[in-house]
């Protein structure tokens, strides 16, 4: 397949035009892309190779706009090369929800390129204007494929989402009340995820958790006391994501 990258607007009006015309210049391109996880430590030589081989898509959304719907096949390799998204996470019944903020430049649900399940686990939307480059999932094999620095670096990416500490693991039936909701909310969200909120009433926590509300009261009320997060009723908001990590 040959192509060359371009600056696009996909169908039925999703997204306006990425009117940037510095992203036309040969030497911004190289940049956006060097910049993005995926293409870290690769050449200029490969990647002059792939950008007139490869069809890259470059759009650009307002604030509001959906960038993906939960449920999505995952098609497309997107990455966020300006501004922030908000992704958000239900389970069947609405009953948990699951919201963080994902700023550039990084991947959106990489995990989901590839194996059993290969659709988007969350619904994505414009945080302000955002930039995001796509590329089609077949182009990206054959991209990966043919340097196996390309291969490392979504490896190595792979990797990071999914080294969830042993202890973290042991956490859901040995350790303290606040291991387990730590480990709760960092399995539920992205390594650079931030302003992250969950939505849940306690009387459901009380059930995922199988304790006593004034036990999870209690546990909740001394993480806020740490600085860990804030909550109310019907939600939890993280204060500092790598604290909780620290915590298993």
């Known amino acids: 397949m040959t192509g060359s990258p371009e600056i696009g607007v996909r169908p039925a009006a999703l997204p306006r035009q990425f009117n940037i015309n510095e992203m036309e210049k040969p030497g911004t391109m190289y940049e956006t892309l060097l910049s993005m996880p995926l293409f870290k430590g690769v050449s200029a030589d490969k990647i002059s190779e792939i950008i007139g081989k490869y069809r ?103 990797s990071m989402n999914a080294q969830l500490s042993v202890e973290g693991v042991l956490a859901l039936t040995s350790g303290s009340l606040e291991m387990r909701i730590a480990y709760w909310i960092i399995a539920l969200t992205d390594r650079t995820g931030s302003d992250i909120v969950m939505e849940c009433r306690q009387r459901d926590m009380y059930t995922v958790f199988g304790v006593q509300r004034q036990s999870l009261i209690a546990a909740l009320t001394r993480m806020r006391d740490d600085g860990l997060i804030d909550f109310t009723p019907n939600s939890i908001k993280v204060k500092d994501r790598r604290r909780l990590l620290e915590l298993l």
Do not use: M, W
């Open 56 to 158: 890259f898509h470059f759009l650009k959304y307002h604030n509001g706009d959906v960038i993906v719907e939960a449920g999505e096949p995952c098609e497309k390799i997107r990455s966020v090369v300006s501004g922030c998204v908000r992704v958000t996470i239900t389970n069947f019944d609405q009953r948990f929800r699951v919201s963080q903020t994902i700023a550039a430049p990084e991947v959106i649900a990489p995990d989901f390129f590839f194996g059993k399940t290969t659709s988007y686990p969350g619904t994505v939307t414009a945080k302000g204007d955002v930039g995001i480059l796509e590329l089609d999932k077949k182009d990206y094999l054959e991209i990966i494929i043919s340097d196996r620095i390309f291969l490392f670096n979504f490896l190595n990416l792979l």
